[in-house]
C-alpha cells in the first residue's frame, strides 16, 4: 500500500510539472504567437480594447456589436494594456494571460472549498488545458476551441466561468450556514452587482449561471420539503433569496439599453425535436474535439479514440460519485449538479430555439468533466489506489500525447497566416492607412499590422457597403472622406465580381496579389454605412 501512494505521489508531481508546462505554452502563444493564429472574431476583440482606450468609454458609442456589448469582458481589461504598450497584439496578450491565470487560480480555489485535495485539484486543472484537442482547423488554427475560449486570444467565457465558481460557492454557503452576517450581505452585493454588469452584455450569464441554479434551487426545495408537503426553516430560503436576487439582476441589467439586436425564435416541435436529439448531441461531443474524418491508424484517429475513452470515464464517473461512492460530500455533489445543470440548460435552449447548436456553447462541460475527474482521484486515492493510478496516468499520458498533437505545430508555425501577412506588410510599406474587405479578412488584416492600417468591411466585396458587425462607425464615410486613398482587399475568386462593380475604368488599381487575397487601391473611399 506504501508503494502504491508513493507511485500516486510520484504521479502528481508528473501532473503539476505537465500543467506548468501547459501554462508555459499558453503564455508564449499569447504574447509571442498572437498574429499567427488570429481570426476575425478574435481580432475584433483587440479592436474594441484600442477604441475603448481611445474613446475613454467602456462601450464607446461608435463601437458597433455584434450579439453582446460588453461591460465587463476582456476588452475591457485590454485597454488599460493598450494605454501603457501602445500595441494591440501585445495588450490582448498580457490580458489573455492574466485572466486565464485568474481563472484557473479561482478554480482550483473552488475545488479546495470543495474538501479535494491538491493532488486531485491540481490533475483537474490539467485536464482543463489539456484534455480538450484540437479536433478541427480553421484556416490553419492549431488551438482546441475550448481552450480558446478560456487561456487563449479571446477570453470569452473566463469571466463568466469565475463568476458561477463564486455563485456556487456562495449558494452552498447559504444553504448550510443558513444565517446572514456583515460579510455575508457584502459578497451578496459585490455577486449581485457583478451579475447586473454581466447580464447588461447579454444573455450568456443568464443561460449558464442564473437559470441553471435557479432549475437546482426549484428541485432543491421541493425535494426537501416532502414534496411541498413539510414546513422548512426560514434560514434554508435565504439561498432561494439570494438565487432570486440573482434573477432580479437580469431583470435590472434588461433596462441597459446598449445590447446587441439577435433575434432568435422558437422552433416548430419536428424541429426542436431532431435538433435536440441530433444537433445538441453531436456539439457537445464536438465540444470535446471529436468531430471525426481522422483517417483510421493515424494520430489523429488516435487521439480521437482517446477522447472516447476519457467520455466512458466520465459515465462511470458519474455513476460512482451520484449512486456508488457514499464518501463524495453533499457539497461535491451539489457543485457537480450545478455545472450539469448549466450544461442540460444550454442544450434544452439551444435545442428548441434558432440559435445555433455552436459547440463552444457548451464549453461549461469542461468544468464539469475536470471536477468529476478531481472526485474520482481524490475518492480512489484511499480506497482504490491502483484505479486513482491509473487515472493520473492516464491524464499525464494525454496530456504529453497533446502536446504532440495540438500545441507543438501552433507554437513553432511561422507562415500560419502567411498571406494575410504578405498584405499587411504591402499596406505598412505602400503607406496606406485605410482600407476595407470582407468581415473575416478585414479584422485580421488590422491586427496583424498592429493598428497600423485600419480595415473597415463590407458584406461582400461583390457589392461594397458597410457591414454592421464589430466595427467603429469612425472607420466609414461620412466620417472619412469620400476623396482619399483607399485600399480593398479582395478573395482571388472574387476579384471579378468586385471589378464589374464600377464603370468601365472606374474600378481600382489592382497593386498587389498573392495566392489567396487581392489588393487593389483606389482615390475613392466607395463603403458607407
Not at 202 to 229: K, W
Request: charged share 15%; proline share 3%; with cysteine.
Amino acid at each position: 500500500m506504501r508503494n502504491k501512494r508513493k507511485s500516486i505521489s510520484l504521479l502528481g508531481w508528473i501532473i503539476g510539472a505537465l500543467l506548468l508546462i501547459y501554462l508555459g505554452v499558453f503564455c508564449y502563444l499569447n504574447l509571442c504567437k498572437y498574429a499567427q493564429h488570429v481570426d476575425s472574431d478574435i481580432a475584433a476583440e483587440a479592436l474594441l480594447a484600442r477604441e475603448i482606450w481611445v474613446e475613454k468609454d467602456i462601450t464607446p458609442n461608435d463601437w458597433i456589436s455584434s450579439t453582446e456589448r460588453r461591460i465587463i469582458g476582456m476588452p475591457t481589461v485590454a485597454a488599460v494594456f493598450y494605454g501603457i504598450t501602445g500595441s494591440m497584439q501585445t495588450a490582448a496578450g498580457i490580458t489573455c494571460v492574466l485572466l486565464g491565470a485568474i481563472l484557473l487560480g479561482i478554480f482550483y480555489f473552488f475545488l479546495r472549498k470543495l474538501s479535494l485535495s491538491r493532488p486531485a485539484s491540481i490533475t483537474a486543472l490539467l485536464v482543463l488545458c489539456a484534455l480538450p484537442i484540437n479536433g478541427f482547423r480553421n484556416e490553419g488554427q492549431m488551438v482546441p476551441f475550448v481552450a480558446l475560449l478560456l487561456f487563449l486570444f479571446a477570453e470569452y467565457y473566463a469571466f463568466h466561468g469565475i463568476f458561477l465558481f463564486f455563485n456556487i460557492l456562495f449558494y452552498l454557503k447559504l444553504k448550510e450556514n443558513r444565517q446572514m452576517t456583515r460579510k455575508t450581505f457584502l459578497e451578496w452585493l459585490v455577486l449581485f452587482v457583478a451579475a447586473v454588469l454581466l447580464n447588461c452584455g447579454g444573455q450568456r450569464c443568464l443561460q449558464v449561471i442564473i437559470l441553471p441554479l435557479l432549475v437546482v434551487e426549484v428541485i432543491a426545495l421541493f425535494m426537501e420539503s416532502g414534496h411541498l408537503r413539510q414546513k422548512l426553516p426560514g434560514g434554508r430560503y435565504l439561498a432561494t433569496a439570494y438565487v432570486g436576487s440573482l434573477v432580479l439582476a437580469f431583470l435590472v441589467s434588461c433596462l441597459y439599453g446598449g445590447r446587441g439586436d439577435y433575434a432568435v425564435y422558437l422552433l416548430q416541435p419536428g424541429e426542436a425535436v431532431e435538433k435536440l436529439l441530433l444537433g445538441v448531441p453531436a456539439a457537445l461531443l464536438e465540444n470535446f474535439g471529436l468531430v471525426g474524418n481522422a483517417k483510421v491508424g493515424s494520430f489523429a484517429s488516435l487521439m480521437q479514440l482517446l477522447v472516447w475513452v476519457f467520455l466512458i470515464l466520465l459515465g462511470y464517473g458519474l455513476w460512482y460519485v451520484f449512486r456508488k461512492n457514499k464518501e463524495s460530500t453533499d457539497r461535491q455533489k451539489d457543485a457537480l449538479t450545478i455545472l450539469l445543470a448549466s450544461v442540460g440548460v444550454t442544450a434544452f435552449i439551444i435545442g428548441i430555439t434558432s440559435a445555433e447548436a455552436a459547440h463552444y456553447y457548451f464549453f461549461m462541460a469542461w468544468f464539469a468533466a475536470a471536477v468529476l475527474v478531481a472526485v474520482m482521484v481524490d475518492h480512489m486515492s484511499e480506497g482504490q489506489p491502483v484505479f486513482a493510478g491509473l487515472i493520473l496516468t492516464a491524464v499525464a499520458l494525454f496530456a504529453v500525447l497533446n502536446l504532440k498533437y495540438t500545441y507543438y505545430e501552433a507554437a513553432t508555425t511561422q507562415d500560419n497566416l502567411k498571406e494575410y501577412q504578405e498584405v499587411a506588410d504591402y499596406l505598412t510599406e505602400a503607406g496606406i492607412d485605410y482600407g476595407y474587405a470582407e468581415f473575416w479578412d478585414a479584422e485580421r488584416i488590422c491586427l496583424i499590422t498592429d493598428g497600423r492600417v485600419t480595415m473597415g468591411h463590407s458584406y461582400t466585396m461583390a457589392s461594397l457597403s458597410g457591414y454592421w458587425w464589430l466595427t467603429s462607425t469612425k472607420w466609414y464615410p461620412p466620417t472619412l472622406p469620400t476623396e482619399m486613398r483607399t485600399a480593398y482587399v479582395v478573395r482571388t475568386e472574387m476579384r471579378e465580381a468586385f471589378e464589374q462593380q464600377f464603370p468601365e475604368g472606374e474600378a481600382p488599381i489592382l497593386e498587389y496579389e498573392n495566392e489567396k487575397l487581392a489588393v487593389y487601391v483606389g482615390d475613392r473611399n466607395y463603403v458607407e454605412l
